[in-house]
């Protein structure tokens, strides 16, 4: 079985400034990918940064990076200039196991001072 | 063009009623995922579609849980008998291919509140 672990329940974060949230995983999958969706109030859950797990380079997507450590089977999202619309659940996902769905942890809510 | 909808967006039962979710996928996504989201959780996956056949209900917590995509789009997600522990946001998701690291798209949810 699949299991993905966020140890940072909440984490806050001066606006402009830089944010990593901490995700590890467990799988013994040789492929797979893994995802970090956003959960904004009373919104629809939205992707936002993708990994396939056979690429050694890191994906961004504009203030958006990962830090993707396969030996360690660790995958955290760095967010930098962080905006009062970033505040959200973010959860950490993990695919390619038995089950076709995604594997989550129990996400890190991230909190915006302006 | 639309996202994923959801009917109801909430739904009370009284424990022992059944329940009838429903799923409306992007046209023409090839595949649809449910997942219930307890309080305070990530989603946990209950069920996969590609098309029409149901591949994959390993999360399925019970026999009361049953879900259909007759046709290869609508879905719905069904409840017998239901029990205080289902309340959770149903999470309805549908990708554009069968291709496991595709994006999800994710509908509302359900809030089901069982009293």
């Known amino acids: 079985a699949q299991t993905v672990t966020q140890s940072q329940p909440e984490m806050s974060v001066q606006e402009a400034e830089t944010v990593t949230l901490s995700c590890t995983y467990d799988t013994s999958e040789s492929d797979y990918y893994l995802f970090w969706y956003k959960q904004p109030p009373s919104r629809q859950m939205i992707l936002v940064i993708r990994?396939?797990?056979?690429?050694?380079q890191n994906a961004t997507e504009n203030r958006f990076s990962v830090n993707f450590q396969k030996a360690a089977k660790s995958f955290s999202l760095k967010i930098s200039d962080s905006q009062l619309g970033d505040a959200a659940m973010y959860f950490c996902g993990i695919s390619g196991g038995g089950a076709d769905g995604l594997t989550f942890g129990k996400g890190t809510h991230l909190i915006i001072q302006p | 063009g639309a996202g994923v909808s959801q009917s109801p967006r909430y739904k009370v039962a009284k424990r022992g009623q059944d329940v009838a979710l429903r799923c409306d996928p992007i046209?023409?996504?090839?595949?649809l995922f449910w997942y219930q989201q307890a309080l305070g959780q990530g989603p946990e996956f209950l069920t996969y579609?590609?098309?029409?056949?149901?591949?994959?209900k390993s999360g399925l917590p019970s026999d009361r849980f049953f879900a259909e995509r007759p046709e290869g789009s609508v879905s719905t997600l069904k409840i017998q008998r239901t029990q205080q522990e289902d309340s959770a946001v149903y999470l309805c998701?549908?990708?554009?291919?069968?291709?496991?690291?595709?994006?999800?798209?994710f509908g509302p949810g359900t809030r089901l509140t069982v009293t």
């Open positions: 990994q396939e797990a056979y690429k050694q």
């Open positions: 579609f590609q098309n029409e056949a149901q591949l994959d």
């Open positions: 046209s023409g996504h090839v595949s």
């Open positions: 998701a549908s990708s554009s291919t069968q291709l496991r690291g595709d994006e999800q798209y």
